[in-house]
DNA sequence: CACGCGTTTGTGAGCGCTAACAATCCAGCT
DNA sequence: AGCTGGATTGTTAGCGCTCACAAACGCGTG
């Protein structure tokens, strides 16, 4: 009943042992599952560890383990949908393999915020480290830093031999594209992502191919930097070409990188006094949760984020228990969502 | 040059201390910055440590000092605009206390995925959670847990005997409704989060009291999910009402509980022919980024997610730290962000 | 009934660190 | 010179656990 307030250390595995009457080593085989402890025996220390609500500390077992069985998570501005929802799939996935997560969140991915990271998780004994590290610099920073334990990039691309996973960002860009050229539209425009995003690249890439093996020379890449904003600015833009519709190619088709910009051209059309889709057709990238209730219901990829957590945990535990030696880069597959906004003949 | 793979330990205090020619003790004062080392020989020492790249193993000082130096946060739907941001906030400012943070994230926040996570970070030796359990029902199951280690709520109310942070949402839609009523609207119409959430009964309870004090009898009560899709059931329904214009109090003005279900309600009030604000004003809470770019920029209540991390990391370590003992409750101040959804005589 | 062998349990050492205490050094005084 | 006391450094003993090894047990066999 009286609880001796400070002071009182939790029971040790000596005191379940003295309660059960074995050893104390008899305790850390029951505790660690060995085969050999006779099922009487097992019970009775069972029955110990209960009564006195025993639980083993993990700092003693990490010291002469030399595991800590903790993982890293770097993570560049976790507020946006995608990396939100990756640290979840992440989590997850690492809970299963019997790994807690730690997590640090970075507003902006800096070489000397990534030093620090990576310097705090070192500081902890994490095993492994996911970076979620979706521009360009911040793998090259990640790369030249040289960690002390394996590191997994996600949506970090593959030509720095770091092991990663990601999404076939070119194919979910390549399937927009595509359906939209089938939908009729002679061709189709482009509102790019930020210039250092992997992302970015990956989708201007796959729009330009099926373009180009389509015949069509590509339009003038608009860029915008992922915000809504942005996207209204090059969707100004593009509503004055489809009204004035000289010189340039005809706008009829926009493939924007994401749903936030693509809102946000959505708007810019609108206020243009442009119809979508029956005019111009929008399609976008991510498929956040609001994207289905935009004006009109965006066509856009959805990512298999629980699928890029299962996977880059199980490539970074491989690093870590040495099963994978190589750099090793694994791609997921992207979903295409059709929608009201690339419908041809749609309300608005 | 050569990486001899496997099995090299890293160096110990013991190989500094050979190096630096001192005990390992005085190397160990030099790492916690105890004043009484001779100058030059913390230098000696700390150029030992640069060479051999030494860091000091935080099991065996976690074992010995009883202090892992670790928190624990479970949040319930990280993917969502405010508990990701509130994660973001809350990592930062522990950082800045010297802890780590490691995350369970759970989709669902029943009983037993609450215990699970609770020992999974037990297991680990944490020394204090965060919980962003938004829900009433968590908070209870929570509070009925009885961890071995300080718990604070964030949004989790003040009922209950747990410590916590929380915006004021009650005071964040006072702050909406007023602005309604001080427009001209003679009544507020309220689409109303899921019920089982205290942000929900805050948001609905702060509505009501300014209806009352003004002597408005409030309309009856509209409930949705959070989801832009039960946003626009609750739009249809307030279209047919705004239309119909019988028997009940008219509508001119709607205070969503969510910028996510807003944006619902302004779809179906546009696909009602029925033009925001002009003929209905709509605002939300929350300010998700995309919420400047709806169909009209929408006004809405920001939270500062940065204060409420700082301050519940600060609650959480004063609790640890033995300097706080009872179950004391901060409030957050909310912000209202007025925009065209609002705007008397705005364009839509 | 002694022997051998697999099963079950116990003993001792040590993981790398900090805390408590002990030893040493050196300046300033008497 | 001898003494005192603060500053500096070293020594020792665990923290709670797992690993390696040793001991004890039990059972079938010759």
Redesign the interface.
Known sequence: MAQPA?DV??PTMADVAREAGVSHQTVSRVLSDHPNVRAATRETVTRAIERLGY?????????VT?R???LGVIAVN????GP??T??GL??AA?EEGY??????L?SGSGQGLKDAID??????VEGVVAITPQRSHVQALAELDA?FPVVTVEGGHRLDLPGVSLDQELGARMVTEHLLAAGHGTVWHVAGPEDWLESEARTAGWRAVLEENGVRPPRVLTGDW???S??RAGQELAGLALARRGETPVTAVFVAND?MA??VL?AL?EGGIRTPAQVAVAGFDDI??A??F?PPLTTVRQDFAAIGRRSIGLLVDHIE?RARKAEHLLVEPQLIMRASTRPSGEG
């Open positions: 400070e250390r939790p639980r083993r500390n993990s700092a003693a077992r990490a010291l030399r800590t069985r903790t976790t507020a946006l949908y939100a929802s640290l979840t989590e997850e809970r807690l997560v730690s997590t640090v969140s507003r705090h998780l070192a500081a902890w004994g002390p915000s809504p904003l996207g209204y936030q809102l946000g708007r609108r949760p609001e289905e209730y004006p040495g």
